[in-house]
């Protein structure tokens, strides 16, 4: 088993640009979460799906920010244009109903 | 606003030495418990997950959980070097199906010296 898979693993990027960040999620788990870390707000969740379709968006912090899932092995996650705030450590999880299972992350530095 | 709370620390323990790290939060509907572990540059990795009240073990950990306090908390029997990490307690929505929403804690960093 793969686990979940991010894409880029280390993004850096100039303010104003936009960035897409890709996550596959392990076969077979039906719920997908993006979160964001960073030392000063911790943890946070962004946004997650269950079974393709977003469910809980409350956590996207601005209209920057948007996900798709358009399919079970696939989501992305596109900051539009991207803010030196928005750096931090992105993490993508999946979920078949037990345990929660992130990825690698993908840090990301907006400059 | 739904809240978890830990104390960051560190926490330091010597090895071989019980480490308790404990975690209050705020959502009385909260059904669901979990206990991740991140070391440094890492990604969250979880350990133990508690639904009802008491205890749960699992090899040298033990999740306990008090409703009534709106308190959960991780002990750590024997602690190694290996411990050495930081240590997230994050809090769910009803029903033990982990695919919810979860509210994640600051973190405490526990440091085990030899």
């Known amino acids: 088993d793969a686990g979940v898979i991010q894409s880029p693993r280390h993004e850096v990027t100039e303010m104003g640009q936009e960035v897409t960040l890709r996550c596959k999620p392990i076969s077979g788990h039906n719920s997908l979460f993006w979160y964001r870390q960073t030392m000063m707000r911790g943890l946070e969740l962004l946004i997650y799906f269950n079974n393709n379709v977003p469910i809980d968006d409350s956590g996207m912090p601005e209209d920057r920010f948007s996900a798709k899932m358009p399919n079970a092995s696939f989501s992305t996650l596109k900051i539009q244009p991207s803010e030196p705030r928005d750096s931090a450590v992105y993490f993508c999880?999946?979920?078949?109903?037990?345990?929660?299972?992130f990825g690698p992350g993908t840090r990301l530095t907006v400059t | 606003q739904k809240e978890v709370e830990q104390n960051s620390g560190p926490l330091s323990v010597p090895e071989g030495a019980i480490a308790s790290l404990n975690c209050t939060y705020s959502?009385?509907?909260?059904?669901?418990f979990f206990w991740y572990r991140q070391y440094s540059g890492k990604s969250p990795e979880l350990i133990m997950s508690?639904?009802?009240?008491g205890d749960k073990e699992d090899g040298r950990f033990t999740a306990q959980l008090n409703k009534a306090s709106q308190y959960v908390s991780l002990l750590i029997r024997d602690s190694q070097p290996s411990d050495s990490a930081t240590y997230l307690c994050a809090a769910g929505g009803g029903g033990s199906s982990n695919t919810g929403k979860l509210i994640f804690g600051q973190g405490t960093t526990l440091q085990v010296k030899p």
């Open positions: 959502d009385r509907g909260s059904q669901s």
């Open positions: 508690i639904y009802s009240n």
């Open positions: 999880a999946s979920s078949a109903g037990q345990g929660k299972y």
